[in-house]
């Protein structure tokens, strides 16, 4: 099988020292990324590290999550544990995506079972100074460190991520997670200026905490713009697209630099606009049938999804009558990474999902 060099060495501004380190004897899912044909088709899984694992459990003790993303071998241990235990094709560190917030002291944790809360929200023009750039080094050096662990142990590539704008915004004005969004789109209609600035400074702090894990080692990234299907294709367009452009413009996408994959929920009337924006593959949920996605975005976009996170809770012929569907969907065409169409469940049992990496990767590939 080719390794690594369809990653373009030496290229883009990021991520340098992967191509010039390590060859990764696994290189499906960036071969797959590229629309580049594979022998099986690549999966992972969103939130693969995570509550459904006991190892995670184990290892995970009951302090705070920040806490536990800041200590480096741990960190590691529980990027690595999905990666053992599925044989997945790509590990996703694990970090969070108020990591880069958190570190440059917004003033935000991570409550079990809520999600981010924010002491003070954003809301006025001066708490833009509370949102400083970021300096890996300094603010975030456990993430650069795990990440230098990752990839020395690795023989898959690792996957760097932020929170993209308007979903770190969604947290950032809301305070929480919201179902409604209302304060984030109140902002954003009545003061379109300040709006502007905030995901400036948001984009700013994607684009420095991604390119500091593709410095580190990691080789490929993927924009979480979870909330974003609560816009109109309009509101997106005018509000959160040019934000979230510059992020994939800036780190090489669509040329020679890392692959970049851009995702969010709900988004089957976002998928065109979501993939303007620049990135190599574009997630999609289990809303979207993934034929009809590939129809809607044409074959210079990869995609990566789309089984429902609730349907692997179903009996396994069941399960595996759904994973044969998003298979049968993608038709062989190269550009297809499985994964679900949202996060991992902690309820869901980690021995189906090893089943569903086992078919998936026993499926024939590229026709
Ligand atoms: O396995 C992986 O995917 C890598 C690690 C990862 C986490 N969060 C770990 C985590 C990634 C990629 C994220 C991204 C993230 N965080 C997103 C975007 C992806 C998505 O799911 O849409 C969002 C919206 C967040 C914000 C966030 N952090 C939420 C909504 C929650 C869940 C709160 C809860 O407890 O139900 C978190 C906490 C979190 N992040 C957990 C994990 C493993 C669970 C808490 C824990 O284990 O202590």
Redesign the pocket.
Known sequence: MPSGNDSGPLAGHYGLSVAVGSAIANDAFLRACRGLPVDRVPVWF??????SLPEYRAV?GEGS?LGAIARPELATEITLQ?VRRYGVDAA???????VPTHAIGFGVD?V?????VVEQPFREARDLDRLRPLNPEADTPYVLETVGNLVAELDVPLIA?A?APF?MASYLVDGG?SRTHALTKRLMHGEPDLWAALLDRLADLAIASIGSQLDAGASAFML?D?WAGALAPDEYRRFVLPASQRIFAELGSRGSGPPGIHFG?GTGELLELLATAGADVVGVDWRVHLDDARERLGPEVAVQGNLDPAAVLAPWPVVAQRVADVLNRNAGQPGHVFNLG??VLPETDPEVLEQVVELVHGHRATV
């Not at 969103?46 to 509550?51: N, S, T």
């Not at 079990?112 to 981010?116: F, I, Q, R, S, W």
């Open positions: 969103m939130r693969q590290a995570g509550r995970r999550m999905p996703i560190l694990y970090s969070d995506i108020v991570i079990p079972g809520v999600g981010p991520f929170g979903t997670p979480f979870s929920v949202h996060g």
